[in-house]
């Protein structure tokens, strides 16, 4: 059960202020159809996040004991210096246009699993399931936290987003991150 509470909350503040989250806005406000949006946005972070986590684990069965929590805790701490800097979404109007052809969850799956490619929640995905070794968990975990970032984002799109105090979540977030770091170090060392 921790590795789904961590991930879900992990991730939410993660994306709270991220490119994609930011994409979703995007999209609710261009389509005005949030339930074909949010299908695709749950099956884009279903498959994303599934793919990371068998990754994280399979980096697990391939990096040294030690090796791995050095990793980890590395990772962890990148990603918590990583949430201090806000993300920025480039002009995706031309890229809306040219995905639209494929109907509003085609366009959505196709530029929010583009956008997911390298992004902090994939990598947190990664990190978290090498932590916790369960690939189910954690994948549901961050695709509930995802959904539960994006999905009022959809709904209610800028009036919602403009209200939220990402600097304070993003802090918050590093906090955790940091946390995270300083405790898989700590708990392989000191346990």
Known sequence: MQELISSTLIVALAEMGD???????????????PIPIIAAILVSTLINHALSAVFGQWITAMINPTW??????????????WMLIPDKLEDESENIKKWQKFGV???TFILFTLAE???????ATVAL????????WVTMGTTL???????PAVLVGDRFAQRLPIALIH?????IFMALGVMTLLGYYLL
Do not use: E
């Open 19 to 33: 490119k994609t989250q930011l994409l979703a806005l995007l999209l609710a406000a261009r389509f005005k159809k």
């Open 68 to 81: 791995l929590v050095w990793v980890l805790s590395i990772g962890f701490i990148a990603m918590a210096i």
């Open 105 to 107: 969850f085609g366009a």
């Open 117 to 123: 490619i390298g992004d902090k929640t994939q990598l």
């Open 129 to 136: 399931a090498a932590k916790y070794d369960s690939i189910f």
């Open 145 to 151: 936290g995802m959904l539960i970032a994006n999905v």
């Open 171 to 175: 802090k918050i977030g590093a906090c």
